[in-house]
């Protein structure tokens, strides 16, 4: 079975994308110049960190003006850096683009209840150019520092 088949069971659907689109129409309707998204295959690999996934495209550019839709929609595969088994290659933290992913595939932030990462992963948020995503973490982080705060009995210097 192909890779491009094996797509229909992929969390993110089976439909079409616009990258399965061809001629100039559907190039600007992807926001992918002449050569651009479709050099690209539909189903992309990904080694980040060490850690390995594979993904639709769709996926991947489905927030404009991030830098992973700049880097798959707006260059040329070759202009990107690849691994030894020709995947593309990304030096950031593996663990927490798994959360990253998670995030461009339906645009909802769901992290595990006790999630001690969450200034980290809005550093990769920020990286990737996800301003909603980091967003949300910051606010989340806020609340959580408040409730810290109204829990927390004050201190006093008496018992110092």
């Known amino acids: 079975m192909a890779l491009a088949d094996s797509a229909r069971g992929l969390p993110n659907g089976g439909g079409v994308s616009p990258a399965a689109g061809s001629g100039a129409a559907a190039a600007a ?5 002449p050569g651009g ?6 189903i992309v690999e990904l080694n980040v960190g060490g850690q ?7 996926t991947v550019v489905s927030v404009r003006d991030s830098l992973l ?6 260059q040329q595969p070759s202009e990107l850096p690849r691994d030894s088994k020709g995947r593309f290659f990304l030096d950031r933290d593996g663990f927490l683009f798994r959360y990253i992913l998670d995030y461009l595939r339906d645009l ?5 209840e006790h999630f001690p990462e ?9 990286y990737f150019q996800l301003p909603d995503l980091a967003r949300r973490l910051a606010q989340a982080r806020a609340a959580a520092a408040a409730l810290v705060h109204f829990i927390s009995p004050p201190q006093s210097d008496a018992n110092l």
């Open 29 to 33: 309707a992807a926001g992918g110049g």
């Open 37 to 42: 998204w479709a050099s690209f295959p539909e």
């Open 52 to 58: 390995v996934y594979v993904t639709r495209r769709c």
């Open 69 to 74: 839709w700049r880097m798959f929609s707006q």
């Open 108 to 112: 909802q932030l769901v992290l595990p």
């Open 118 to 126: 969450r200034s980290r992963l809005q550093r990769e948020a920020e």
